[in-house]
């Protein structure tokens, strides 16, 4: 290879280099060639269906996206992922993501693959599908597992990519272990230095919009020494709009509770809405007697960002110092209706009191109108915990009964007597 004949040393020098390139390109190449790609295949394929080299994975950070068409969870961060890829893409990110389907036959994938802008493993590879999903130990879809280009420590890859991407967005990359901690910290600086102002107002902003359908604008800075309750929903949102009627009650008579008791502070609630358009907004919040940000406002990405809301209804409690008190107004409410004002610490732990003091009158078991089996009376200690109830599909906390054949769970309160059996009231 080296036709310079003559320098014997030049000759050896420039045959180990040849070797040590060799061996620097195997090793490199190895780590996404044994991964992606079999013994018949080196490729990869791009969403028209042509053939891209495993090769040039090289000196990427590679997501191998574990997903179905048929499961809406993996269709929803499809879209926080495309949108992502195409950010890191424009900025010229060394990211690539490969997509390891496990959709029911190859037209459907097909059809889920053109969707997405990024590779995919060949629908027919059985073989090397499965030996991804063992490897990885994939339990459950959508699934994003990060892998760094040039490392092959087991703590260089990172299994919850989809928690990441939904928590901090395109932020997240490269996804080292460096960036997320930092990432982190300035996640609890943000937090320390939580006020109302620069939750909810924005540079051309500062008001919020008062209850439709006047629409007044109510200056952000008047909420200062209220508790503030976030209200996250849509329209769509079915759950969300059961709740909303329930919220409106109890909004009401925690008014009223605050006017009877001068010298308590105020409260108010603030609806984020996800609408898809701005007479879904419409309509939904004539529906609520609080304040709203503006339909489609950037700071309402930003709240669900920084309060990390995947899913809604959500109702996220403030304190008047702009705090956050707890992410857990929904189940309080549903648990607690008014009582659960001001939703801090010390009134919660009165209210536990309260309900270990009232459940010492139930009877350990009951028959309930709605259920075959008999029902055994749980508290968080003896195998209950956060659950949705059976009988009224809202969250519950704390006391309940529990079918310790197959896990049927009510509150205390929604049991109905079976057969006149009854022992509890309304
Ligand atoms: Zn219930
Ligand atoms: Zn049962």
Redesign the pocket.
Known sequence: MNSEGGDGDGKIVSQVEVALNGDAEKASSSRFTSLLASKDRDYLLSPTGSQVKVSDLEGHVVGLYFSANWYPPCRNFNRVLSNAYEQLKANRSNFEVVFISADEDLSAFNNYHSSMPWLAIPFSDLESKKALSRKFDVEGIPCLIILQPDSNEKEEILRDGVELLHRYGVEAFPFTRERLEELEREEKEKHDNQTFANLLSSHDRDYLLGHHPTNGQVPVASLVGKTLGLFFSAQWCLPGMKFTPKLVSIYHKIKQLISERPGVEGFEIVYVSSDRDRASFDSYSSLMPWLALPFGDPKIRALARHFDVQDIPCLIILGPDGKTVTKQGRSLINLYQENAYPFTEARLESLHRQMDEEAKGLPRSELHAG?????TLVSDGTGGGPFICCDCDEQGLGWAYL??????EVHTKCVRAAGGNSTVGP
């Open positions: 259920h075959h089996h008999e029902l079918c310790l054949e197959c896990g049927y």
